[in-house]
């Protein structure tokens, strides 16, 4: 269901390599010390808490590196939302490579379902309203390829992915390019058509000079709901709109209210919890 929200898998692989690396970077010292070399064991990933699952894919592509030899069952699907005490993957074969990827993988999984399960909870709450969540680009240092994906799977509709995606014209751009007009030009003359513009205003006075200038998205940063609903309707559908700033779970409603178009926030992320996931060893080795 969510494979088209994964990167590519040349990518997929170098991130979880990066991450495994974090982990292995001479030895598994203990397991080699005390595994030997051709135990085989039945080991299940449980989610100790209800939540959203997420992160399935690239915990599974810490064991196609260690061991693609691995059988890897999925006992619930990625993007369900489970219950407490919910086994989510069986996994069969080396104890040396399941137990080396352990951590690894539990991390991936419940940092992943961490940020489905909060974004899933602030995407419910914009139910029977027009209104989208998005996020922002507050994420981990090298996490974002995990961070981005979870948002998705949680239900949210992704912010640009990095400086490339698309033009943001901020407050500290503004300021050195002198005002949103000139911003506005200065980007319009060597952007290809192609690209989106977004501009990031304060007041009323920067979003009609947006307006004029040509803005595909105009940001509606740290407004109230009531100053949010003024400008929704100065825009009045002649821009993309987006609420940024102020917003919480509480006041999501009033936000979305407004009839703005996007709300975006960076608690799905840098706010998000962690699942608490555990790996459990079966006593049998008989892989049923």
């Avoid at 962690?274 to 049923?288: C, N, Q, W």
Wanted: aromatic share 6%; glycine share 6%; with cysteine.
């Amino acid at each position: 269901m969510y494979t088209n929200f994964l990167p590519h898998k040349t990518i997929l692989k170098k991130y979880v390599q990066y991450v495994l690396d974090e982990d292995l970077t001479y030895n598994d010292l203990t397991t080699e010390l005390t595994v030997e070399e051709d135990r085989e064991v039945e080991a299940i990933i449980n989610f100790r808490e209800a939540g959203i699952v997420c992160g399935l894919p690239f915990a599974r592509e810490v064991y196609n590196i260690l061991d693609p030899g691995l059988n890897w069952e999925e006992l619930c699907q990625e993007g369900s939302e489970i219950t407490s005490n919910t086994d989510a993957v069986r996994i069969f074969g080396s104890a040396k490579a399941i137990l080396t990827g352990e951590r690894t993988a539990l991390n991936l999984i419940q940092k992943a379902s961490g940020i489905a399960t909060i974004t899933n909870k602030y995407v419910k709450k914009l139910t029977g309203s027009t209104t989208k969540l998005t996020d922002t680009r507050k994420t981990t240092p090298g996490a974002r390829i995990l961070e981005k994906y979870s948002i998705k799977v949680g239900g949210a509709i992704p912010h640009r992915y990095n400086l490339s995606d698309s033009v943001l014209i901020k407050d500290n751009h503004i300021f050195l390019a002198g005002s949103i007009s000139s911003a506005l030009r200065n980007v319009k003359k060597q952007l290809s058509h192609t690209a989106k513009v977004e501009v990031e205003t304060e007041n009323e006075g920067q979003v009609k000079e947006a307006l004029e200038g040509g803005a595909d998205i105009i940001m509606l940063d740290n407004m109230t709901p009531a100053e949010v609903k003024r400008m929704v309707d100065l825009i009045a559908g002649k821009a993309i709109t987006e609420a940024s700033g102020n917003v919480s779970y509480e006041n999501l409603e009033e936000f979305a209210r407004t009839g703005v178009d996007y709300i975006s926030t960076s608690a799905i992320t840098i706010k998000a919890p962690v699942l608490d996931v555990g790996m459990d060893m079966r006593p049998s080795v008989i892989y049923l």
